[in-house]
């Protein structure tokens, strides 16, 4: 893998904010900067990646530190994709649960994204007991 550095300090507010634009996700969710910077502030653990000082990927995860983790906000720069940071941001988010003995680990998956997670050693939940969620978006 080309040299990127990783990082669990969080990254800067503008920087984030582009690269979570990257995803589409923002159509839906109409966050400010502060509003996702607040958030990001919240989790429990960050990873940032860099190639230079360009925010090239991150992961984070809110957890209860002791059962439940729940990783969010996966992203890599579409320029970055394929070379292997997704896996390695979600590598060190799963390192960091074992490191506590987080019970369990979950995700949702977008749409096309789940063999990705497969490759990563993630499995979908057992027939008949999806994932579930209500949206609440004003
Ligand atoms: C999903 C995402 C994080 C993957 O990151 P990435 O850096 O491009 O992926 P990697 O290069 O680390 O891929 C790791 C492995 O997964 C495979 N892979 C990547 N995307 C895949 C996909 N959509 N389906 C199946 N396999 C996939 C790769 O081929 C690679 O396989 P290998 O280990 O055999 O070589 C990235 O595509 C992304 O940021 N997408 C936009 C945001 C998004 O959808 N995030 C997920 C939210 S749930």
Redesign the pocket.
């Known amino acids: 893998m080309t040299n990127f550095r990783f990082s669990t300090d969080l990254p800067e507010k503008q920087l984030f904010y582009d690269l979570f634009l ?2 589409g996700w923002n159509i839906q969710y109409k966050l400010e900067p502060d509003e996702l910077y607040e958030a990001l502030n919240q989790s429990w653990y960050c990873i940032s990646a860099y190639h230079d000082n360009i925010l090239v ?1 991150f992961g984070r995860m809110i957890c209860d530190g002791v059962v439940h983790a729940l990783i969010l906000d ?3 720069h ?1 320029d ?9 941001i979600l590598n060190k988010l799963v390192d960091k649960c074992r490191q506590h003995r987080i019970r369990d680990i979950q ?4 749409k ?5 997670y ?3 050693g993630f499995k979908d939940r057992p027939e008949g007991a999806p994932g579930m969620e209500i949206k609440k978006i004003r």
């Open positions: 990257t995803t990927g996966l992203i890599v579409p970055y994709q394929s070379k292997g940071i997704g896996k390695t995700l949702f998956s977008v096309g994204k789940a063999g990705f497969q490759k990563c």
